[in-house]
């Protein structure tokens, strides 16, 4: 009996030639719409037929899946893959944009004093004064404001002096107060006075004993506060006496141009 059958099943499978297009086209229904349920027949298969019909139904399942494999690898080695872009790169921190240039500092305000070695202006021939070895300049300083001032003298010696006192005058013309002095000569060779006396702020500078003043130029200024607005200083003055090695000097003195 079982003989019976494969020979039976072997006939059928050699004599069966698979519908490769209803096969496919019943693929793509399964594929695009849903399984149908079908019910069972109710009954008993005998065992012959049955196992019969198993063999056939695998053979054709077989034979199937073979056609429909290859039908997928044909579909699939035709297929285009494009591989999705990359993100672009970012720009680099070097590329960004240029930070804007630090603003320039704003400029110094020069402070209300003169220091040794500052240019000076020139000051005229009315308070320039001359005698033997000694020339004088007496000028208001460029730098004066409003509420404040500092008058200054520059004083030639052709020869060493042994004695000199030094007098700056600057008349009470309001709110006339002492801020300051200074020389360009060693501090320590000198005795520096400051008092308001007879309506006037009189700076007075006395070279000690045993100290020497070179020959050249050397310079002297006065600093002060004032009432507010621009002080005239038409009332001021200086006065320069000084004694050199081989007996007495002449005198210089004078008064102080407006700033240029």
Known sequence: MNEEISRRLHEAAQAHQPDRARMLARVQRGVAGPAVRHRARRGLWSAPRAALAGLVAGGILATGGLAVDAIVATSSSSETVVAPAGPSPSPSASTGTPGTPPSRPAPVVPAPVTTPGSPRPTPSAAVQAQNGVLWSAGSVDPHSTVY?????????????????????????????????????????????????????????????????????????AGQFNHATGVRSAAGDAYRVDAQGPGGSAPSVWGGFAPAQ
């Open 148 to 220: 404040w001032s500092q008058e200054n003298l520059v004083l030639r010696t052709t020869q060493p002096l042994t004695s000199l006192t030094v007098e700056l005058r600057f008349a009470q013309t309001g709110g006339v107060q002492d801020t300051g002095d200074w020389r360009t000569l060693p501090t320590d060779d000198f005795t520096v006075t400051v008092q308001q006396t007879g309506g006037t702020l009189v700076y007075r500078w006395v070279l000690r004993p045993g100290r020497t003043v070179p020959a050249g130029e050397h310079e002297f």
